[in-house]
């Protein structure tokens, strides 16, 4: 398995911060960086999972020693589009994160 796609979370804290070098209140907002696997959720496992079709699903699959700190979305290379986490796995030899598309 290839871990080849740079995924970009953010976390966006509760409100503005003091940024005493221009002296105005900054957007709390921090990132990082992870190599990852991505492939679309396939359509029968969407159904068995969710009960419904989801084609907006992405499945991230990172090496065993990813540690993923407080994140409130991720962005995927070449795309604006917002994903957020809809539910965790922890098989035996990797990390697996299953996103959807936000909404608003």
């Keep these: 398995m290839r871990y080849d ?4 979370f953010a ?5 503005n911060v003091y940024n005493p070098d ?9 990132s990082f ?6 492939t679309d959720v396939g359509t029968s496992r969407s ?5 419904d079709l989801d084609t907006s699903n992405k499945v991230l699959r990172f090496a065993n020693d ?7 979305y991720l ?4 795309s604006d589009t917002r994903y957020v986490k809809v539910t965790t796995r922890k098989p ?13």
């Design 5 to 8: 796609t740079l995924v970009t």
């Design 11 to 15: 976390h966006e804290g509760a409100g």
């Design 22 to 30: 221009t002296g105005e209140y900054d957007e709390d907002k921090t």
């Design 33 to 38: 960086t992870r190599l990852a696997n991505v």
């Design 47 to 51: 159904v068995e999972l969710f009960g």
């Design 66 to 72: 990813a540690k993923l700190a407080n994140w409130t």
């Design 75 to 78: 962005t995927l290379p070449g």
């Design 92 to 104: 035996l030899k990797s990390n697996t994160l299953i996103v959807g598309e936000t909404h608003g």
